[in-house]
């Protein structure tokens, strides 16, 4: 868009197009910024709806300025500009609208002869005729001039001034880190992800919808759980409730049914309406559109009033009748689980089964949902069914980016389990939960009363999990004297699962490059070709190790190859644990004096911190920018970024040395990226 006002010399017309709220006049300020910087006058409307009806409303606001320049045009053209933009009165015939373009346009050509002229115009759709009909006239007439048009319409109704000729650019949906940065920035507020893509799905990308919703959200403390629906505020219902109210009742069966399905189709509209024309009317409307098949609703904020103002006895009426309708198994056991009166061991094992297509697919926040119902849905004396449904809720919850939520389900459950394995699975998820919200001295504790419950029992894979995440743990902690991490491998090779097995011998490869042990070239080759077979990388796997190992010895660009890789593994899985991999790619990166490429990785791991709730770490994303910010002899900044949070950060943050270019980093600076530090 930028560029449109780069050349100096020369005509163009620029047309921003989008839904109300997509942010096009913030892009249109932005724009008119940078044409002022470059020299531009601009002349500047925005006309209002109310004004679509007046005569030259719009031409009056463009040209309210320019009262010396219309005074020197021929008496003909000055006297009918005059009148139009009511600055003379009629003394006898009106003037001719072909007078007031050829005015027009006579008028622009002389001023941009004085300096390059933008004609903008917000919210086009809403020109009235005349005003639309003049300018059309004068810019299609202005060959050689340095004028532009730059304008801004709702999509497809641009249509009262010819834009045949310009370049056309849709404003789309912004993505959700761009809506969690818009909020951080206008309200000052930092969500987690389960949050942020509802917020993104609610909004339809929409920032100002996103802004209300989250304000809405904000206002009323209101904690929501993964895949729990966002309060919409009653002024935005009221948007959508009119367009509502005049559908009839199939038609707004029509709408609850695509409001209750996740994947809706038209032949499944028409089963549970009876036929007929509901889903044409629904379209008609403008409440739904289709695309194929499969009905849509306009805007996302229609799917949220159609189902929240239900009654909850219409919602589960309709529940029952997609239950009986709908294939998919996913699909049919959400159905289902909605329309339950009660607990129903056979519903609940079909719901789990979803909750965990969801996940493998993933789609966490969904599978918490399921979960949850599942758990719900589970009769009380099923007591084994019981407890593994609740550790999925949890478990499913920490991945979706949540592990506070996750921390305050297990510790619930923790009231209820019975000693060994029931105990032993609840505080070893607990100790990946406590890792994230509170550091890696408090997951220590979990770990080891896991291991306690089933050490030197028959628990084979339970003692090696629980054994690993204590070797990761130690190892965050600079528990260097721990043999956690060989014990881990030994019992991982017992068990032999592949991605277990991966994780122990990533963590023992660690562990002997903090020792400075050597690690024989065939270990890394076994630990690489275990984790390959995995199909992932992953934070303290071997990739991450070996990747660690080039790193001490200053093989910068093979160790940042290694860590992107892991880093591009992790980002596509949405990974909590990506940000300790940021970190230390913006170590190496701040050590070769890359402090633009430092900055990017540090940033990004900052965000993933916030957004998936790891408290725990977030002082060192602070005093990572801090640091290139005193690199960069940003002093006052440094302090700025640092501000109050010292208090929060651990003494081993504090103690931290500063990698400098050319020396072999500190195991401290380096190990500071550690999860829970």
């Known amino acids: 868009m930028l560029a449109f006002f780069a050349a100096e010399h020369g005509a163009g017309k620029l047309l921003l197009e989008g839904e109300p709220g997509i942010g096009k006049t913030t892009l249109w300020r932005t724009g008119l910024d940078e044409a002022g910087r470059r020299g531009f006058r601009v002349l500047e409307a925005r006309p209002a709806a109310a004004e679509r009806e007046l005569s030259f409303a719009a031409l009056g606001d463009l040209l309210r300025e320019l009262g010396d320049d219309i005074g020197g045009l021929p008496a003909p053209q000055r006297r009918a500009l005059r009148i139009a933009l009511l600055m003379d009165e009629v003394e006898s015939d009106p003037p001719e609208r072909r007078t007031i373009a050829v005015a027009v346009m006579e008028l622009v050509r002389r001023i941009s002869r004085e300096a390059p002229l933008v004609v903008a115009v917000d919210d086009a759709q809403w020109l009235d005729a005349p005003s639309a009909g003049a300018l059309d006239f004068a810019l299609r007439r202005l060959a050689g001039a340095t004028v532009r048009l730059f304008a801004t319409s709702r999509a497809d109704d641009g249509d009262r001034m010819t834009f045949t000729e310009a370049d056309r650019l849709g404003i789309g949906p912004l993505s959700a880190d761009a809506l969690a940065e818009l909020v951080r920035t206008r309200l000052g507020a930092r969500f987690l992800r389960p949050v942020i893509r ?281 528990r260097l004297d721990s043999n956690a991490s060989g014990r881990a491998v030994a019992l991982a090779e017992k068990v032999w699962n592949p991605a277990l097995l991966a994780k122990a011998l990533g963590i023992h490869g660690a562990t002997m490059v903090w020792r400075e042990e050597p690690v024989p070239p065939e270990y890394w080759q076994r630990a690489l070709e275990v984790e390959r077979s995995t199909g992932q990388r992953r934070w303290a796997g071997p990739a991450f190790a070996y990747a660690l190992a080039l790193m001490f010895r200053l093989e910068y660009d093979d160790a940042t190859r290694w860590f992107l890789e892991v880093a591009d593994s992790m980002r596509r899985r949405d990974d909590p644990m990506l940000h300790s991999v940021l970190l230390l790619l913006g170590d190496m990166a701040r050590n070769s004096g890359r402090w633009g490429e430092a900055t990017e990785y540090i940033n990004e791991a900052h965000e993933v911190v916030v957004q998936t709730g790891r408290q725990s770490a977030e002082p060192e994303c602070v005093i990572a920018k801090a640091r290139i910010a005193m690199l960069r002899g940003e002093v006052d900044l440094a302090r700025e970024r640092i501000g109050g949070r010292t208090a929060r950060c651990s003494r081993r943050a504090h103690v931290r040395r500063i990698g400098v270019v050319g020396v072999r980093p500190q195991r401290s600076d380096v190990r500071r990226s550690r999860a829970g530090a």
């Not at 695509?258 to 629904?282: F, Y």
């Not at 849509?296 to 919602?315: G, I, K, M, N």
């Not at 060994?420 to 994230?436: C, F, S, T």
């Open 198 to 478: 509802q917020l993104a799905a609610s909004s339809g990308g929409n920032p100002f919808y996103a802004l209300e919703l989250a304000t809405e959200l904000l206002r009323t403390g209101q904690t929501l759980e993964p895949g729990e629906r966002l309060p919409v505020p009653t002024h935005l219902r009221s948007v959508v409730a009119g367009r509502l109210e005049t559908l009839s009742p199939p038609a707004r069966d029509a709408a609850l049914a695509t409001a209750a399905l996740a994947q809706p189709t038209a032949p499944v509209l028409k089963a549970v309406t009876g036929g007929g024309n509901a889903v044409a009317e629904a379209v008609s409307s403008g409440v739904l559109e289709l695309h194929g098949e499969s009905p849509r609703f306009t805007h996302p904020l229609f799917a949220a009033s159609v189902y929240d103002d239900a009654p909850q006895a219409q919602r589960k009426a309709m529940h029952k009748r997609l239950a009986q309708v709908v294939t998919e198994p996913e699909e049919r056991a959400r159905q289902l689980a909605e329309a339950a009166d009660g607990p129903d061991a056979a519903i609940a094992t079909f719901v789990e089964a979803a909750a965990a297509r969801a996940v493998a697919r993933g789609a966490p926040d969904a599978g918490v949902r399921l979960a949850k119902l599942a758990a719900d849905l589970t009769p009380p004396h099923r007591r084994n069914a019981l407890h593994k449904r609740r550790l999925d809720c949890a478990r499913y919850s920490y991945t979706s980016g949540d592990p506070k939520h996750a921390r305050e389900l297990l510790e619930d459950q923790l009231k209820d389990v019975a000693p060994g394995r029931e105990r032993a699975e609840v505080e070893l998820e607990l100790g990946r939960a406590v890792l994230a919200t509170s550091g890696a001295a408090a997951a220590t504790a979990r770990y080891e009363r896991a291991l306690s419950e089933v050490d030197g029992s028959d628990e084979l894979e339970l003692q090696a999990l629980a054994l690993t995440e204590l070797a990761d743990v130690h190892l965050a902690d600079r």
